[in-house]
């Protein structure tokens, strides 16, 4: 049996997914990204490689994505993070037209035809608001993790508002909450809220007239607060895939093995 490869090396993490001539998953791992991209990656492909109890000479084809996707010396080729999400969220559900992708360093609204095909996409600017990288700076300013962040969030039981969208202001914000004796959970609500305000802006740009199934995946899909948030404010259901943090890498695996075999698709 063959293998094909797909890498997201995201700038948090690196997400491996394998899988076979038939399209399904054989394997899946996920390692934290260094500072040599390429040695993380080449570190995840062993971890995977080690745990499918597979020898490289198995894969016949690996495909790098992600912000670090040119810094993978070890691939074939390099798509672009909008190009895996769309072929990885179409293939897990055919009635997707909407993604919605919050990673660590960048959001990302696609949104496709009933074929998959992209037809429109907005990301969010150079800084990190609305991104997990402004959760993980003001999560560490309050001395919480990221992922304690969604049980904290649930206690809230006042609506604070935080004006700044920036991660170096919000923190400013914080420090005053924090000194006028704010709750930790009030303003953990708030901070999930401020980045839902972001995606909804950015949602605004791409999806006017769109009211198809809406896929949410990247690591911070894992806050169940921020998914409710953005359900309310979209005024749509929102669906998170299993492994919602490992579908551009899926893409990427299935867009080699599919332009292989001479597949025709939308991409
Ligand atoms: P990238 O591809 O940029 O590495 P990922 O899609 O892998 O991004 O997501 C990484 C981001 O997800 C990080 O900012 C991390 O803090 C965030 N994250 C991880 N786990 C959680 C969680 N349980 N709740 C919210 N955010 C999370």
Known sequence: MQYYLGIDAGSSYIKLVLIDGDENIVGRHIVPRGADINASCREGYSGLLEKCRLDESAVCGIV????GRKQVSFCEKAITEITALAIGGFSIDSNAEIIIDIGGQDSKIIVMDSAGKVM???MNQKCSAGTGKFLEVTSASLGVT???MDVLSQKADAILSLSATCTVFAETEIISHIAKGEKKENIIKALIVAVASQI?????QVS?????KILYTGGVSQNQTLKKELSVRLNRDIVVPEHPQHIGAYGAALYWKRNKENQTTPF
């Open 208 to 212: 006017p007239g769109k009211d198809g």
């Open 200 to 204: 909804q802006g950015l949602f605004a």
């Open 64 to 67: 790098a994505t992600g912000y």
């Open 120 to 122: 429109d996409f907005a």
């Open 146 to 148: 990221v992922d304690q």
